[in-house]
């Protein structure tokens, strides 16, 4: 059993197209979280949510909306893609924000 | 500036060596996690310290904390081939910040270990 799952696991799609990825958790957890890998391998948070409510938001552009239809998913919505989104995106959850986070696999977008 | 730095970037040592990887953050935290990261794969988690202990191990690994000098290290002892993968260190921030942050990570120390 997947703890935290991702879909799709590539995402190859032209710029300016809207785009979803989709995360589930059956852990359980209270907190979920989206984070951007670069080329860098460096981790940027990008948001997470706590009992459905938004706790942070970084300055990520706003064309990246995250969209939690209950506890167990947190889905990220990215309209107009630009080339400079490409990137891997991790979904993650945790009981609470300073415990133990489960990733999921990673989605690779490559926008062209 | 990232919040947690880790040291090297990059480490190449032969089977059965000691790798040694070190990190520094800047703020007051409550606990200082490590993840690893296998090539296309997602983090997982490997150990947490808490700012009020100084040594933790688990298996192989030996982590130290530094609260005077905002600093970690994780040991890895006789090291294999299937060490081989990207570390990260994490910080969680004390209680009464808890809602404004999340877990921050560096941009990781790649470990290659030679068979």
């Known amino acids: 059993d997947t703890a935290v799952s991702q879909t799709p696991k590539y995402l190859v799609t032209q710029m300016g197209n809207d785009k979803s990825i989709k995360c589930e958790q059956n852990?359980?957890?209270?907190?979920m979280y989206w984070y951007k890998q670069d080329s860098k391998k460096f981790l940027k948070i990008m948001f997470s949510y706590n009992n459905k409510e938004l706790i942070i938001n970084e300055t990520v552009p706003n064309r990246f909306s995250p969209k939690s239809p209950d506890k167990a998913h947190l889905n990220l919505h990215i309209n107009s893609l630009e080339l400079g989104d490409s990137a891997v995106y991790f979904c993650?959850?945790?009981?609470?924000?300073?415990?133990?986070?489960?990733f999921g696999q990673g989605t690779r977008l490559t926008v062209v | 500036s990232q919040q947690g730095e880790e040291d090297p970037q990059a480490l190449s040592i032969q089977e059965g060596e000691n790798a040694t990887m070190n990190c520094s953050y800047k703020t007051s935290i409550n606990n200082l996690q490590w993840y690893r990261q296998n090539s296309g794969r997602g983090l997982v988690h490997l150990i947490l310290i808490r700012s009020n202990e100084r040594e933790k191990h688990s298996g192989r690994l030996r982590v130290t904390l530094d609260t005077s000098k905002k600093s970690s290290s994780l040991l890895i002892t006789a090291s294999r081939a299937a060490d081989t993968a990207s570390y990260f260190c994490?910080?969680?921030?004390?209680?009464?910040?808890?809602?404004?942050?999340?877990?921050?990570f560096g941009s990781g120390t790649r470990l290659q270990v030679q068979p």
């Open positions: 993650a959850s945790s009981q609470s924000m300073n415990t133990e986070a489960f």
């Open positions: 994490a910080t969680g921030l004390p209680f009464m910040d808890t809602g404004r942050r999340a877990l921050t």
């Open positions: 852990l359980g957890h209270d907190t």
